[in-house]
């Protein structure tokens, strides 16, 4: 049963458990990794660690507090000397666990475990990642810089459009194409003199105008009962209308 059991007690007393652990803190210290089974690896990693916090304080207080958990001098001065200065920065974590599988005689859990910082494999791919995920903070006023500074190309573009739409207003509207070619055709073409209009009135009706037949000059309005008649025999068929007007004329006076 597991009635007030807050910890792994590994299967051992405790004073075979605190000397067990105290020799295998001082060799993490000195040797920066050792293999164990994997419970006597997390009951190290909670031993451990906060003897590893107590020596970022260097002072006569901090070694005896250290000294009576490791219990070796060379230890102890291992840990002050080599290892602090390198977990300053480090604010807890000084540990990592990696899980070797099982052993062969009673197929149980092993592990290495380490210190952190003495992993050159590790520490160089961190620094890498970070070198490339830097970012730094811009102040305000390079952004208020910034800022001006795209309003001042957003109102520049504005002023190009304002001018462009000026030239566009300014420049006048090209005459089409197809007008232009009526004009030309126009142009070319001279226009047709048409014949005059002011053609002699028939003397007896005085409505229709004069005619040329076949044999004769007669009237327009023939088919409403007019006799007029000049007769080619007598005035021949080469007569001008103005000729048809001053025999029209002579007529009358007649």
Known sequence: ???KKKFNHLSRTSA???AMLSNMAASLILNKRISTTVPKAKALKIYVEPLITKSKNDNTNSRRVVFSY??????????FSEVAPKIVNRPGGYTRILRTGNRIGDNAETCIIELVDFNATYTEVKQEVKKTTTRRRRSSGAKK?????AAVVEEAPKAEKGTKEEKKEKKPRKPRAKKEKEKEKAEATPELELPSTDKPVCPICHKG????????YGCSEYKNGCTFRLDYATYGNNLTDEELGTVISKLKSI
């Open 145 to 149: 810089a910034e800022a001006t500074g």
């Open 1 to 3: 049963m597991n009635h």
């Open 209 to 216: 105008s004069i005619l040329r037949g076949k044999t004769a």
């Open 70 to 79: 490791l219990g070796q001098k060379e230890a102890v001065t291992e840990l």
């Open 16 to 18: 075979h458990r605190k």
